[in-house]
Nanobody, 124 residues
Framework: QVQLVESGGGLVQAGGSLRLSCAVS????????MGWFRQAPGKEREFVAR????????GYADSVKGRFTISRDNSKNTVYLQIISLKPEDTAVYYC?????????????????WGQGTQVTVSS
């Protein structure tokens, strides 16, 4: 079983930046593609970013391109989400997710392993 623990969320002013981390344990980290999703109050969970097992391929939701960067350190079993130019509409609980095999999936149901989430609140 794969365990995922997110950290790094918080309250930040619009225009600020954050780096979210997700520590993974329980299996060989490099066997898993990783993703970040978010869920705003009253809305469905949505795809944000994904990264392949090697880190050589990434993908982003159109709404975050240019502001969000996903990366991973396979030596530390950790995936990151760097966020710059934060906007109030980025306020959400951010979840990391893992799946074996390809990272080319953006549907929530296609990612079997999830962390508990970390809250990001952006004030205007």
């Amino acid at each position: 079983q794969v365990q995922l623990v997110e950290s790094g969320g918080g309250l930040v002013q619009a225009g600020g930046s954050l780096r979210l981390s997700c520590a993974v344990s329980g299996r060989t980290f490099s066997d898993y593609s990783m993703g970040w999703f978010r869920q705003a109050p009253g809305k469905e969970r949505e795809f944000v970013a994904r990264i392949s097992r090697s880190g050589g391929s990434t993908g982003y939701a159109d709404s975050v391109k240019g502001r969000f960067t996903i990366s991973r350190d396979n030596s530390k079993n950790t995936v990151y989400l760097q966020i710059i130019s934060l906007k109030p509409e980025d306020t959400a609980v951010y979840y990391c997710a893992a799946r074996g095999g390809s990272a080319f999936f953006t549907g929530v149901s296609e990612w079997p392993y999830w962390g508990q989430g970390t809250q990001v609140t952006v004030s205007s």
